[in-house]
């Protein structure tokens, strides 16, 4: 099947540092998204993006749809010990069989020390 | 005001035994999902229904047979349960109607099968 590739695997930041990440596909998207998982809990949306280039930010978050449709990346700026968690993104195509079909990278484990 | 809930969130139960599992949303959406995520937090999706009728079945067993009673349920019920079937299992569910992509996670059900 698709494969999304994400990078890095894990990142170990101090606070206030900014991270960044990425995910790749050799296929297209029409949709990006990125989740972040807290342990013990489900996938929470942070950010969707629609449109290739398009830049979007929620607080110290920033997403972007790359222009080849092939990609996307996800910033997070200022970081503190909450952001701790598995940040993962997902691809989807907008095709009649495959709508709703998301696929997954494969995360980015993010710790955060004081 | 749970968006996306499941029920049991543990389940530890022995090989060979069936089980089930219940998703309910109150978000008003019309398509719903079951989601596999493994030891190394890999998410796959499993199925997706629309309005009561199945539209995704990934290559799954047969000992898996999803439910949706109605728009806001879809159930999940495992037969002769295996020792590979552990994993988390989340629910997920979104609005095809109203042209959105964007999926909402439950909380995840922990599946250990001894």
């Known amino acids: 099947g698709q494969q999304l590739n994400q990078s890095p695997q894990s990142m170990f930041i101090q606070e206030g540092e900014d991270v960044s990440m990425n995910c790749t596909s050799s296929s297209i998207f029409n949709t990006w998204l990125w989740y972040k998982q807290d342990p013990g809990e489900g996938p929470v949306l942070l950010i969707a993006l629609y449109k290739a280039g398009e830049l979007t930010s929620n607080g110290r978050l920033t997403a972007q749809f790359g222009i080849t449709r092939k990609d996307s990346f996800l910033n997070i700026s200022a970081s503190i010990p909450s952001d701790v968690g598995i940040y993962f993104c997902a691809g989807q195509r907008r095709a009649t069989d495959s709508w709703g079909k998301l696929q997954f990278g494969a995360g980015t484990q993010v710790v955060v020390t004081p | 005001d749970t968006a996306v809930s499941q029920t049991p969130k543990y389940l530890v139960t022995q090989m060979g035994n069936d089980k089930s599992i219940k998703c309910e949303q109150n978000l008003g959406h019309d398509t719903m999902y079951w989601y596999k995520q493994d030891s190394k937090k890999f998410l796959k999706i499993m199925f997706s229904y629309n309005n009561k009728e199945l539209i995704i079945n990934e290559t799954v067993p047969n000992r898996f047979s999803p439910k949706s009673p109605d728009k806001a349920h879809l159930n999940l019920h495992i037969n002769s349960l295996e020792l590979g079937d552990s994993a988390v299992y989340f629910c997920?569910?979104?609005?095809?109607?109203?042209?959105?992509?964007?999926?909402?996670f439950g909380p995840g059900t922990r599946l250990t099968v001894l």
């Open positions: 997920a569910s979104s609005s095809r109607l109203a042209g959105a992509d964007t999926q909402y």
